[in-house]
């Protein structure tokens, strides 16, 4: 069974920072394409910032600049260095993992609860 278990959100005043964590378990870490996205009340769930098996890396044009993706395969971990917050990250963040063929599940977390304030 695979389990995605975030960490790190909480409330931050604008301009900080804060280090998101997921780790992962029940499949193959290094197999998997990773990400990190984001839902805010009443709004769509929306991508921030991915990164393939092979470490290729995208950001939303929201976030790049300010955010950070990395991935440790030892430790089957993604993590999001968040920098220079904004009111308008205010968001549950979700983990998510995929392998990369086409019928592959979308695996998700169960959320961390960002909370930027003015």
């Known amino acids: 069974q695979v389990q995605l278990v975030e960490s790190g959100g909480g409330l931050v005043q604008a301009g900080g920072s804060l280090r998101l964590s997921c780790v992962v378990s029940?499949?193959?870490?290094?197999?998997?394409?990773m990400g990190w996205y984001r839902q805010a009340p009443g709004k769509q769930r929306e991508v921030v910032s991915t990164?393939?098996?092979?470490?290729?890396?995208n950001y939303a044009d929201s976030v790049k600049g300010r955010f950070t993706i990395s991935r440790d395969n030892a430790k089957a971990t993604v993590y999001l260095q968040m920098n220079s917050l904004k009111p308008e990250d205010t968001a549950v963040y979700y983990c998510?993992?995929?392998?990369?063929?086409?019928?592959?599940?979308?695996?998700w977390g169960q959320g961390t609860q960002v909370t930027v304030s003015s």
């Open positions: 029940g499949t193959v870490f290094s197999l998997n394409d």
């Open positions: 990164i393939t098996s092979d470490g290729s890396i």
């Open positions: 998510n993992a995929k392998l990369p063929w086409v019928r592959a599940p979308n695996y």
